[in-house]
């Protein structure tokens, strides 16, 4: 089914019409268009077009509303205060159009494909070989999946990219420390859990540093072995397999728990660039990019200083030949741009590396391998801090532990759910199904409904509680559409646009016909809070509607059907809009 025009659109031709013939150079001009508390939508645009044209604004507005027809899309328009236009759209195009969005049979909703859709590589959840993942995790995976999900549905090809921290130093530690001490790591894979598993890795892993870090004799032995990985030795690149494997194990393992999906040829970590290093050091010193500074291969920025104002360099390849994480982002930047095709590289990355992502583009601008076609951004994201403030820790200090958190997450939402267990009729598996969809969700909206790039601070009680800007309400919201549905017997949803909306119908249905210019606007702008915003706007609007329109017991035949159809397609833009950011939508709540 092709996409459907919005109501805006259609008010905004008409206007545009009234709005040339009245000034016939403004042809073309953006009436500036909103949505608005004292109509359905205002015009804003007269007022400069009235500027450049040195005529009398009210008097222009005048003029263009003389010109507007109306009718079938507007039913009223009125000039107001110095020459703002609050217009009033038909009942009929509200229900006529919602009623082309609810018969879209592609479960689409009548949202159109981008005009430019091109390729993007998406380099988000990034955990790292032999540690486990801890709160510090969760936003990198949960904003980049919300992104992939909205830019494939908008017809972007999307590849997923998990950089994962599977190369360097601490591997040669690590391989060294287990072969001098084998009985560390004494268990087999079948005998334990992923959790387990990665658990024992993490704590040789701690013990092997503080080896490193206090011993010199070590230190030159896990230096040797990192040379030995590097240069492809069979034995030590079958140990360091062993721990990526055992690795994958976990992270899929935690991936699944916070319902995500993370594909095994998607990962492609700081080794699968190995190869590309040298070269992409070549090219950068050849083509004098890059300059060679007390032996270290470095880039220079002139606006990029230190306390001192002397010059940050990017080190591409350190003075002893080794390579730093420039040297493996760049050589990702050759892989993805000339590989893979990309137009758009987006990094899902902490805040706190902005300044190492600046200085990486900046070279690869200079390199010619980024340019005004194939562009890189980072999508920084802040901090998650706890009740108090501060960076989140366990009360010892210690970083959370994602999948502990998951878990706690969990287990009060499922005694949530299980409080209304009864009342709607859950079995058991229900509860238990409903109480993961509630938890995980509840995380993740809290992640979701922030600006990526602020702060903000965990809090469980409030992340499931149903009331205010929760995920649990946006749930509930659904659910309860879904029980009303289950309750109509044999009244179905049917349009009827010959009928008067009351004042929550009209606030109801403008809100839905603006999903689909959300969504185009929130994968474009990769700002996923504001589908939050939205879908928490419509449960909130849903909620005004219950209170002031009944449903089965309306007063007529067909306005129980116009109702239920209105509630029906509501709940159909919740759950597309639930699952544009990750988060499921239990049938009963």
């Not at 008097?59 to 507007?74: C, K, N, P, R």
């Not at 950068?284 to 291969?297: K, N, P």
């Not at 659910?479 to 349009?495: M, T």
Request: net charge negative; charged share 25%.
């Amino acid at each position: 089914m092709a996409s459907v025009t919005s109501l805006r659109d259609s008010v905004q031709r008409h206007l545009a019409s009234a709005l040339s013939a009245a000034l016939p150079e403004a042809a073309g001009a953006d009436p500036l268009l909103r949505r608005s508390d004292r109509a359905d939508y205002q015009a804003n645009g007269i007022l400069a077009l009235a500027k450049r044209a040195k005529a009398n604004p009210r008097e222009l507005a005048t003029q263009v509303v003389a010109g507007i027809v109306t009718g079938e899309v507007i039913a009223d328009v009125e000039v107001s205060g110095p020459g703002f236009l609050n217009i009033t759209v038909a009942d009929q195009a509200i229900t006529e159009n919602l009623a082309a969005r609810y018969a879209d049979d592609t479960g689409r909703l009548g949202v159109p494909f981008a005009e430019r859709p091109g390729t993007t590589v998406i380099d988000y959840a990034q955990p790292n070989v032999a540690k486990e993942m801890h709160v510090g995790h969760l936003r990198s995976a949960v904003i980049g999946d919300a992104m992939v999900r909205l830019l494939e549905f908008t017809g972007e090809n999307v590849v997923r990219r998990h950089h994962i921290g599977d190369w360097g130093t601490q591997f040669g530690m690590l391989i060294q420390y287990l072969d001098e001490h084998p009985h560390e790591l004494d268990h087999k894979a079948s005998e334990v859990s992923g959790e387990e598993a990665m658990s024992n890795l993490d704590r040789l892993y701690k013990t092997a540093r503080r080896l490193f870090d206090s011993d010199e004799e070590f230190k030159t032995r896990a230096r040797r072995r990192v040379v030995d990985l590097q240069a492809g030795d069979e034995k030590t690149l079958a140990s360091w397999q062993k721990f990526v494997d055992e690795s994958k194990i976990y992270f899929f393992s935690v991936f699944d728990k916070l319902d995500l999906e993370v594909r095994d040829p998607d990962i492609v970590g700081e080794s699968g660039y190995n190869d590309m290093l040298a070269e992409t050091c070549r090219l950068l010193e050849e083509s004098g990019v890059a300059v060679r500074s007390e032996g270290a291969l470095c880039v220079f920025f002139d606006d990029i200083k230190g306390p001192e104002g002397n010059p940050v360099p990017l080190i591409v390849q350190k003075s002893d030949g080794g390579y730093g994480y420039a040297a493996t982002d760049l050589s990702a930047i050759r892989d993805r741009v000339f590989d893979l095709d990309a137009s758009t590289l987006l990094y899902v990355v902490d805040a706190r590396q902005a300044l190492h992502f600046r200085m990486v583009f900046e070279t690869a601008r200079r390199a010619k391998w980024l340019n005004d076609e194939v562009t890189a951004v980072q999508l920084a994201f802040g901090t998650i801090l706890g009740k108090d403030g501060k960076p989140f820790k366990t009360r010892a200090g210690e970083t959370v532990k994602l999948e502990g958190l998951l878990d706690e997450a969990v287990e009060r939402a499922t005694a949530v759910v299980r409080e209304k267990a009864e009342k709607v009729g859950l079995t058991e598996d229900e509860i238990v199904e409903n109480g993961r969809y509630v938890g995980v969700g509840a995380v993740k909206y809290a992640d979701l409904s922030t600006s990526a790039v602020r702060d903000y601070k965990f809090d469980l009680d409030q992340m499931v509680s149903l009331s205010g800007d929760t995920s649990v309400y946006l749930q509930y919201a659904y659910a309860r559409i879904r029980s009303i549905l289950r309750k109509a017997g044999e009244a179905r949803p049917v349009a009827h646009p010959e009928l008067a909306l009351a004042p929550a119908e009209r606030a109801l249905g403008l809100h839905l016909d603006q999903f689909a210019e959300t969504v185009l606007e929130v994968a474009a702008a990769r700002e996923p809070h504001k589908m939050a915003a939205y879908l928490y706007q419509l449960a909130s609007l849903l909620t005004s509607f219950y209170d002031q329109c009944p449903v089965l017991k309306a007063d007529t035949p067909a306005q129980v059907e116009n109702r239920l159809f209105l509630v029906d397609l509501t709940a159909r833009t919740l759950h597309r809009g639930m699952e544009l950011l990750g988060i499921r939508t239990p049938e009963k709540l």
